[in-house]
């Protein structure tokens, strides 16, 4: 059981609980794979507190912390990334609680950066004398906060990886590599669950078996380093994803996590802002 004091809002909780109660439980029902909660509001002498309780997949701390793993993993041989140390389950675990049950190490890093793409006809393509990549699957929606009744244990991946999959004509079983984003550990395990690389509750079994590390595990992620140890500007949405699938499709990137045979690639994220309204996109790409 978590207590989560937040009495300097007390004052607002008190005023908006008269003509919206139910909004007051979604507001602070933004930990994913969290759905069956005991809330418990006490507005006296200022204070307000949310007792929650209950996992409903039984996703445990240490495996989200397989995705930092497996993210710092990568990170060391990128020159660029801010955090390039290797970290171990412990070590996120043991990190300070920033909104249980995410850990310090659970975040994103917050810094400065971008990046750009260039899209082209084949015939362009063709005379530049680089590996070809080429767009062969695409898929993308607006999930809106629903009036605030909003499930926070699924994304819109669940919808624009299906349109991006039945596009190029292929399954999960067919991805050789995948960028996904990764502002937090567990948002990483609800886009693999929506996406339908694991069923849903069990993401956390297949990080914590390595699955995400590329040379050993079963799908390659974000051999940049990802947002959680490579570079996270401000609402950056997705594009470095798409960059360093098509790396991998190129066979560019780093020697230590370059993914053998890489022909096919997936790359998927959300953007703007959980609970208020957000877009999810997802684009399957091929090595010709």
Same mark, same amino acid.
């Given at each position: 059981?978590?207590?989560?004091?937040?009495?300097?809002?007390?004052?607002?909780?008190?005023?908006?609980?008269?003509?919206?109660?139910?909004?007051?439980?979604?507001?602070?029902?933004?930990?994913?794979?969290?759905?069956?909660?005991?809330?418990?509001?006490?507005?006296?002498?200022?204070?307000?507190?949310?007792?929650?309780?209950? @996992?409903?997949?039984? $996703?445990?701390?240490?495996?989200?912390? !397989?995705?930092?793993?497996?993210?710092? $993993?990568?990170?060391?041989?990128?020159?660029?990334?801010? +955090?390039?140390?290797?970290?171990?389950?412990?070590?996120?675990?043991?990190? %300070?609680?920033?909104?249980?049950?995410?850990?310090?190490?659970?975040?994103?890093?917050?810094?400065?950066?971008?990046?750009?793409?260039?899209?082209?006809?084949?015939?362009?393509?063709?005379? +530049?004398?680089? %590996?070809?990549? #080429?767009?062969?699957? $695409?898929?993308?929606?607006?999930?809106?906060?629903?009036?605030? @009744?909003?499930?926070?244990?699924?994304?819109?991946?669940?919808?624009?990886?299906?349109?991006?999959?039945?596009?190029? &004509?292929?399954?999960?079983?067919?991805? #050789? @590599?995948?960028?996904? @984003?990764?502002?937090?550990?567990?948002?990483?395990?609800?886009?693999?669950?929506?996406?339908?690389?694991?069923? #849903?509750?069990?993401?956390?079994?297949?990080?914590?078996?390595?699955?995400?590390?590329?040379? $050993?595990?079963?799908?390659?992620?974000?051999?940049?380093?990802?947002?959680?140890?490579?570079?996270?500007?401000?609402?950056? &949405?997705?594009?470095? #994803?798409?960059?360093?699938?098509?790396?991998? +499709?190129?066979?560019?990137?780093?020697?230590?996590?370059?993914?053998?045979?890489?022909?096919?690639?997936?790359?998927? &994220?959300?953007?703007?802002?959980?609970?208020? &309204?957000? !877009?999810?996109?997802?684009?399957?790409?091929?090595?010709?």
């Amino acid at each position: 059981m978590v207590v989560v004091p937040l009495s300097t809002l007390s004052n607002w909780v008190n005023e908006f609980s008269k003509w919206a109660p139910h909004m007051i439980k979604v507001v602070y029902k933004g930990i994913p794979n969290i759905r069956k909660q005991m809330f418990k509001e006490e507005v006296e002498h200022g204070n307000f507190n949310i007792l929650l309780t209950t @996992y409903e997949y039984g $996703t445990t701390a240490e495996q989200m912390a !397989a995705v930092k793993v497996a993210a710092s $993993t990568h990170a060391q041989y990128n020159e660029l990334a801010l +955090l390039r140390k290797v970290v171990s389950v412990e070590d996120v675990v043991n990190s %300070p609680i920033i909104a249980s049950p995410l850990h310090r190490l659970d975040c994103c890093v917050i810094t400065d950066g971008g990046g750009a793409l260039v899209v082209t006809s084949a015939e362009i393509a063709k005379k +530049l004398k680089r %590996p070809l990549v #080429k767009i062969i699957g $695409t898929g993308e929606t607006i999930n809106t906060s629903n009036g605030g @009744y909003l499930d926070a244990t699924s994304s819109g991946a669940a919808v624009t990886g299906q349109m991006a999959f039945k596009e190029a &004509g292929l399954t999960v079983n067919d991805i #050789k @590599y995948a960028s996904i @984003y990764d502002n937090f550990t567990i948002m990483v395990l609800i886009q693999l669950e929506d996406l339908g690389f694991c069923k #849903k509750g069990q993401s956390g079994a297949f990080v914590a078996e390595g699955n995400l590390i590329s040379g $050993t595990g079963k799908l390659p992620w974000n051999t940049d380093g990802g947002g959680l140890c490579n570079n996270h500007p401000n609402n950056r &949405g997705g594009i470095t #994803k798409v960059i360093e699938a098509v790396r991998q +499709l190129r066979g560019e990137a780093h020697p230590s996590v370059q993914v053998k045979n890489c022909d096919i690639a997936l790359a998927s &994220g959300p953007g703007l802002v959980l609970g208020v &309204g957000h !877009a999810h996109s997802t684009i399957i790409m091929e090595r010709e």
